[in-house]
T-cell receptor, first 117, second 112 residues
Framework: GAGVSQTPSNKVTEKGKYVELRCDPI?????LYWYRQSLGQGPEFLIY????????DSGLPNDRFFAVRPEGSVSTLKIQRTERGDSAVYLCASSFSGSGSPYNEQFFGPGTRLTVL | GDSVTQMEGPVTLSEEAFLTINCTYTATGYPSLFWYVQYPGEGLQLLLK?????DKGSNKGFEATYRKETTSFHLEKGSVQVSDSAVYFC???????????FGGGTRVLVKP
């Protein structure tokens, strides 16, 4: 079946602009995660959705970052007033359920490479 | 907060050599531990996992044992192939929410 997809694959924007990054999770997966991976580093957690609600947004760096998942499927990560330091690969992952144990494997998308000039 | 530390790369070795990538963690409670792999041009994939102390995760010839006494989860493979060239990430998660905390990644290059 189809995996996690992310669009666009690449996004180049200018400092101060607004961008939206889209994630289509695996069908039926209730949990959705956003991570940010800077060059040469490991991914860093941003936000986690269980269904439509943000269950944990503790990783969002500041109020310029916002994410939604209005129907419990597709999610959009929104970044306002972009800064050069926002340049990174933004990864989306989904899993069947984000709660409890045992661990439910997260399946990652290919990422969106964001470059802020 | 929780953190994962893994050896810096790049690690360059010849085909059929023995590979070890060290990983240690700091976390409260009893996290689950993982190794993810990112092959060139591909997305992150789960390689193996262990959910409690002394568990051994294994896949594709790779192994790692959850050592709570040393807070470690070192990755090993006895005989690497060129196709094992990739970036390897150690990670942990807690049960609630399952968000992953990653190490910085170790690039491995296997030469024929």
């Amino acid at each position: 079946g189809a995996g996690v997809s992310q669009t666009p694959s690449n996004k180049v924007t200018e400092k101060g602009k607004y961008v939206e990054l889209r994630c289509d999770p695996i069908s039926g997966h209730t949990a959705l995660y956003w991570y940010r991976q800077s060059l040469g580093q490991g991914p860093e957690f941003l936000i986690y959705f269980q269904g439509t609600g943000a269950a944990d947004d503790s990783g969002l760096p500041n109020d310029r970052f916002f994410a939604v998942r209005p129907e419990g499927s597709v999610s959009t990560l929104k970044i306002q007033r972009t800064e050069r330091g926002d340049s990174a690969v933004y990864l989306c992952a989904s899993s069947f359920s984000g709660s409890g144990s045992p661990y439910n494997e997260q399946f990652f998308g290919p990422g969106t490479r964001l470059t802020v000039l | 907060g929780d953190s994962v530390t893994q050896m810096e790369g790049p690690v360059t070795l010849s085909e059929e050599a023995f590979l070890t990538i060290n990983c240690t963690y700091t976390a409260t409670g009893y996290p689950s531990l993982f190794w993810y792999v990112q092959y060139p041009g591909e997305g992150l994939q789960l390689l193996l996992k262990a959910t409690k102390a002394d568990d051994k995760g294994s896949n594709k010839g790779f192994e790692a044992t959850y050592r709570k006494e040393t807070t470690s989860f070192h990755l090993e493979k006895g005989s690497v192939q060129v196709s094992d060239s990739a970036v390897y990430f150690c990670a942990l998660s807690k049960a609630a929410g399952n968000k992953l905390t990653f190490g910085g990644g170790t690039r491995v290059l296997v030469k024929p």
